[in-house]
């Protein structure tokens, strides 16, 4: 697709949002405003999405621009179950959306739809209760961009009719994309990981259907070296790799039209720091040191979403890592955003899974407004990241 398609697709998802319209209703629209921008005559929009540049060894200026400053509310779930009614502090999606809107995020990334029974609106699992949250997006110039929702591990009438239905609720919300918090398969066998390309080809072509991307997210095993060469086990599986990881193997065989990742970048400098090395089919052992920022440069369109969570160096843990606010880690953050290319194009998502714990000085602090306190903290050095 090139820059001036895909610029009037997001006009026209922009204009639907305005206007309160599926993305499948847009589809037809989107023909004619990618037309329209061909000749010079699309018009402007409001949260314009940068189209992939190159960064040049002399580039300078933001990494992350203002419009791609997201958050997981994963990373505030404490604060979205907290009952209103026990507490004076943001509590639900409604005044949590407010209060992350005041820090200054703009893109929300969603971790299911449950709140507190006694937060306003209630069970918000429901088309009404995505129209609900829509509004409250809106009221508060926030764009969603995704949820880490359940992606079917079977390929069925009923499973299909399910994924429509979360996709039917992601166009109310107003995504881009959709996804799951959860690597395509948690194997390290190639036969399995053959079964998730083919599953989630069929799923990103009808994501498709709907306007959508689809996205898997992934944890540090999925860098790991895939099981694809013998000698085979008692069972008949291999024992040995050809020295691809699962990942790199998945992006090889899945469609780069369908089928997108958000990489946590925490879990790939943990997999970095954890998977140096694999025997290879003769028994030697092979060094291959994994890069992050490089898988991401060679194919960088395919990763629209990133977690931007940073960890501290702990040589002492299995992990080498240990999650803390972003800024207080030891992740260059810098060097990554430079490296990856399509500056302004990914969509970065502050993530810090113990939030509601751990602070700026990697200790644990158990007051009750912590994960917004962290969030504010993260926010401001996430915008503050140049290069």
């Known amino acids: 697709m090139d820059e001036l398609t895909e610029q009037a697709e997001h006009d026209a998802r922009v204009l639907g949002r305005s206007l309160g319209l599926t993305r499948r209703q847009l589809l037809a629209a989107t023909t004619g405003m990618a037309a329209a ?4 005559l699309a018009g402007g929009h409001t949260h314009a999405h940068a189209a992939p540049a190159a960064a040049g060894p002399g580039a300078n200026g933001v990494l992350v621009p203002p419009g791609k400053r997201g958050i997981i509310l994963y990373t505030v779930r404490d604060a979205i179950s907290r009952d209103p009614n026990t507490t004076d502090l943001p509590s639900g999606f409604k005044e949590v959306l407010e209060e992350l809107a005041r820090i200054g995020f703009k893109q929300i990334e969603f971790a299911g739809y449950n709140q507190h029974a006694n937060a306003e609106g209630g069970n918000l699992n429901s088309v009404a209760g995505a129209q609900l949250l829509r509004t409250w997006l809106d009221d ?67 994501a498709a259907t709907h306007g959508l991307k689809l996205y898997t997210h992934n944890h540090d095993a999925a860098y790991s070296f895939l099981l694809d060469s013998g000698p085979l086990d008692a069972t008949g599986r291999p024992t040995r790799s050809s020295g691809v990881r699962r990942l790199e193997w998945f992006l090889q065989n899945t469609s780069p039209d369908h089928v997108y990742l958000e990489m946590d970048i925490y879990w790939a400098h943990v997999a970095q720091y954890r998977f140096q090395s694999f025997t290879a089919p003769d028994g030697t052992v092979v060094q291959d040191l994994f890069d992050p920022a490089g898988l991401v440069a060679a194919q960088t369109t395919r990763f629209p979403l990133f977690h931007a969570k940073d960890g501290a160096s702990r040589p002492d843990l299995a992990a080498g890592y240990s999650i803390v606010p972003f800024g207080a880690g030891d992740i260059d953050y810098t060097t990554f955003f430079q490296r990856v290319g399509a500056k302004g194009y990914h969509n970065a998502m502050y993530e810090q899974d113990n939030a509601a714990q751990v602070n700026s000085d990697r200790l644990t602090a158990p007051s009750p407004s912590l994960s917004l306190e962290n969030s504010a903290y993260s926010y401001a050095n996430v915008a503050a990241l140049r290069g």
């Open 37 to 40: 921008a061909a000749v010079g």
């Open 140 to 206: 508060n110039g926030l764009e969603a961009e995704g949820n880490h929702g359940s992606i079917p591990s079977t390929i069925t009438d009923a499973t299909l009719a399910q994924f429509d239905y979360a996709c039917e609720i992601a166009n109310i919300l107003g995504f881009g994309h959709i996804g799951t918090g959860s690597d395509p398969t948690s194997s390290a066998y190639l036969a399995d990981w053959q079964a998730a390309a083919d599953r989630w080809n069929v799923l990103g072509e009808r």
